[in-house]
């Protein structure tokens, strides 16, 4: 992704080799800051305050966590207890436990002289392969986006909702929800987004304009309830949305409001796709309530953040003192009101049987 004219991924080691840099999405869009992560508490702490969020980029935040740990210490106490310590910082999002487990499983039988090294090594790959396989959630997605606009007459703009932020920031690079989108506008399909604000913390509102805006895509930010008229009206011809965890029945956990999106979609013959990587399938699990949904601070719905206009990012109460609130993340949308999985390896009906014929190796 292309930033004042230079790139960057999410996350990337700085000058000195071990610390972790990463954008503080706190901040966006008003303020571009970087934050140099150079503890496990540290990297916790970024997850569970949402420095960094999506769920591939909270998988790629904690294998650097666990990464720094072992540069401290790498004994196998230290390793589990940097092991739960990241695991406890947000519960939803399937890539946190997926990418713990992968660094966890490559350095634990080594000496540990050698874990720190080794760990840097993978948490690097498995940042180069989370660029390789968005990229490929693109093009499968790009196919997808082109079939609809024929279908639709190819005559005008490919009018697309998303909610929340699935794009660059919210893995390493490209995104799911959105790679196939920057694909479409790179290669000449004519889109327009609908973008969900995304309350309570406004990620689509924050995050996913910004991200167009920088790409040049062509946008329209919506409060989360004009989805309903947008797309009773005709002005919708497709949503895409990431995920946290989706189970190995095709069940779709993701940011809270998808699931209205979802209904309407079905109600108005609105195609709902949903894209991934196959690290946010839960294999576990197939039921969607046994999903655990994250309850974030009430604070989040009571207050707001902006920028006032002596050009400060401030805070401000929306509710009247005293008023209770309640802040569930995440909702799970049922694999029947998705109409299909966009993976790296193709596109797939959301059913069980869907999915494992991408993934016959899964378990
Ligand atoms: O609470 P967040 O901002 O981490 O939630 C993010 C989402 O819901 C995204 O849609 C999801 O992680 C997919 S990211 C590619």
Redesign the pocket.
């Known amino acids: 992704m292309q930033i004042h004219g230079r790139a960057y991924r999410s996350i990337w080691l700085a000058e000195d080799g071990w610390r972790v840099q990463v954008i503080d999405q706190t901040r966006l869009p008003h303020e571009f800051r970087i934050a140099t992560l150079d503890s496990v508490q540290a990297a916790a702490q970024a997850i569970r305050d949402?420095w960094v969020?999506?769920?591939?980029l909270?998988g790629a935040t904690a294998a650097y966590g666990l990464c720094l740990a072992l540069r401290q210490d790498s004994g196998d106490a230290s390793l589990a207890a940097a092991a739960r310590l990241l695991l406890d910082t947000?519960p939803t999002?399937i890539n946190l436990r997926w990418a713990v487990e992968r660094l966890q499983r490559v350095v634990a039988p080594l000496p540990p002289a050698e874990r720190a090294a080794a760990a840097y090594a993978e948490a690097a790959r498995l940042c180069d392969e989370d660029v390789a396989t968005n990229a490929a959630i693109g093009e499968h997605g790009l196919a997808v986006l082109r079939e609809r606009w024929r279908e639709l007459g190819g005559e005008r703009p490919l009018r697309i909702l998303t909610?929340?932020?699935?794009g660059w920031l919210?893995?390493v690079d490209w995104?799911?929800?959105l790679a196939p989108i920057y694909k479409a506008h790179d290669g000449g399909l004519p889109v327009m987004v609908w973008v969900d604000e995304t309350r309570p913390?406004n990620?689509g509102a924050a995050l996913t304009a910004w991200e167009l805006g920088a790409h040049g895509v062509p946008h329209q930010v919506v409060a989360d309830n004009a989805g309903g008229l947008l797309m009773q009206r005709g002005e919708v011809d497709l949503c895409i949305?990431?995920?946290?965890r989706t189970t190995r029945c095709g069940d779709v956990c993701?940011?809270i409001g998808t699931y209205l999106k979802a209904l309407a979609a079905r109600a108005h013959d609105v195609p709902f796709y949903v894209a991934l990587p196959g690290s946010?399938i839960d294999w576990t699990l197939c039921a969607g309530a046994d999903i655990p949904i994250e309850e974030r601070s009430p604070r989040e719905v009571t207050h707001i953040h902006g920028k006032n206009p002596q050009g400060r990012i401030t805070e401000v109460q929306l509710t009247p003192d005293g008023s209770p609130a309640r802040n569930p993340?995440?909702d799970v949308t049922p694999a029947a009101l998705v109409s299909g999985l966009i993976t790296e390896r193709g596109v797939c009906p959301a059913s069980e049987a869907g999915l494992r014929g991408l993934y016959p190796e899964a378990t």
Do not use: L
Not at 241 to 244: A, L
């Open positions: 949402m969020r999506g769920a591939p909270i947000r999002a909610h929340c932020n699935a919210a893995t995104g799911t929800a913390r990620q949305v990431g995920t946290d993701n940011k946010t993340a995440f």
